[in-house]
């Protein structure tokens, strides 16, 4: 059993968590749920309490009710996945940015690095393509969140298109499916290098290549999401969201592997050292 913290932002959409709270609490999860504001006007908090037998959690700062308790930081520590659906785009826009202005938001801040965070986009057609909105989903991509892409279908604003959250059913199987896979590369450590370095004919020029290290990476966020650990082995010129060891050349990167090899279960070298020396 698995504890699932869900945090419901202020959508139409809202009508289908009661759904997805059965559904995960039928798998043998326990669950919790957080609410915007904006939420309680779409769907009571009643309605979750009935179903999660769980307080739901709106207010950091509510006088007199577990004064022992800091929510923000406790929900997290408890959670073991944390789902935030359905996503709007004000609350997509505030974790991009690290604004932390209600419950549901400082949350996302204080979620430890190994609880995976799930954002579930639900809003109009329009809103969903626009540029900004683009625009910070993929910020929490690169923050190492997991987007559920919304699906086409009627909208509450009688549009028909993209934008439409997927059914309680999927999701509640896709989050199972992140639950179970978290043990996968438990107690398993990878090394992993990635990205071009550079060979250095001068102190001035050098021959490179074009590797971003985006398949390194890609491997990082597979382990992570299965639970393994694992060190990085990169040029300082990747663009790398998780804590590396920089090798600017291809003597370099040998150097680091040999340093640390001894630590690793498994090493991927998607590393794509020059071809000069």
Not at 133 to 148: F, H, K, M
Not at 160 to 187: F, H, Q, T
Not at 219 to 236: E, M, N, Q, T
Request: hydrophobic fraction near 40%.
């Amino acid at each position: 059993m698995s504890n699932v913290l869900i945090g419901v932002t202020g959508g139409i959409a809202c009508y289908k968590i009661p759904s997805l709270c059965r559904r995960l609490l039928d798998k043998g999860h326990s669950v919790r749920v957080i609410m915007t504001e904006a939420a309680t006007k779409f769907i009571t908090p009643l309605t979750f309490e009935s179903l999660t037998h769980e307080r739901v959690y709106i207010d950091d700062f509510r006088e007199g009710e577990e004064p022992d308790n800091i929510y923000h930081i406790d929900l997290v520590k408890w959670a073991d996945v944390f789902v935030i659906a359905p996503a709007t785009a004000n609350t997509i826009a505030k974790i991009s940015y690290g604004i932390a202005d209600n419950l549901l938001t400082s949350s996302v801040l204080a979620k430890p690095d190994d609880v995976p965070l799930i954002v579930v986009p639900s809003m109009n057609t329009v809103m969903y393509e626009s540029r900004q909105n683009q625009n910070n989903l993929a910020g929490l991509y690169e923050l190492g969140y997991e987007i559920v892409d919304p699906v086409i279908g009627n909208l509450a604003c009688k549009d028909v298109g993209i934008g439409k959250m997927p059914e309680p059913e999927d999701l509640a199987d896709l989050v199972d499916s992140r639950l179970k896979s978290r043990e996968e590369y438990k107690n398993i450590n990878f090394l992993i290098t990635a990205g071009g370095t550079k060979e250095y004919i001068d102190p001035v020029r050098f021959i490179s290549n074009k590797s971003s290290g985006k398949m390194g990476l890609a491997f990082c966020d597979s382990v992570k999401k299965r639970g393994g650990s694992f060190r990085l082995i990169c040029p300082s010129s990747v663009e790398a969201h998780y804590p590396a060891v920089f090798a600017d050349t291809a003597g370099d990167m040998l150097a680091r592997v040999n340093d640390f090899i001894s630590e690793c279960d498994i090493l991927i070298m998607a590393g794509a050292g020059g071809g000069y020396k």
